[in-house]
């Protein structure tokens, strides 16, 4: 009478090649993950220091706006001055409003690619555990 034949188990070598062959695979997907989270973190902070530099030139023209306001003012004494301190404040509104969206942008950011980070914790984790199960 025949026995079945027990299924081999992996040797060895096989196991140190699936292992480096996963390893590779392993860090070349977090180094993609990485470079995902990093560029659209980039990208956002493109965003917010374009509302600040966009608040800037705002707050530039609301100071033009404020002398040209001022000489009206002072020269005229005329309804024109009134004009030009609405455009003045007006300028000064939207100079505040864009620089505060790029403000909280910028907030926004942290440096750390944190997917990344937690899943790198995650897979070292998992091979601590897979090793103590391993030598025991």
Same mark, same amino acid.
């Given at each position: 009478?025949?026995? %079945? ?7 060895? =070598? ?64 005329? %309804? ?30 942290? %440096?750390? =690619? ?23």
């Amino acid at each position: 009478m025949s026995h %079945p034949a027990k299924p081999s188990e992996p040797t060895v =070598p096989e196991l140190m090649t699936r292992l480096s062959e996963q390893t590779s695979r392993l860090v070349r997907d977090e180094v993609r993950l990485a470079q995902a989270e990093l560029t659209a973190k980039a990208r956002q902070g493109g965003i917010g220091a374009g509302f600040l530099g966009v608040g800037g030139i705002l707050a530039w023209f609301g100071v033009g706006a404020l002398i040209t306001t001022s000489i009206l003012g002072l020269a005229l004494i005329l %309804p024109a001055w009134a004009a030009a301190l609405i455009v003045t404040a007006v300028l000064f509104i939207a100079a505040a409003i864009t620089a505060l969206l790029g403000k909280k942008r910028l907030e926004e950011l942290s %440096p750390a =690619p944190e997917r990344t980070i937690t899943n790198v914790k995650l897979d070292v984790a998992e091979v601590k555990e897979h090793t103590r199960h391993d030598t025991r």
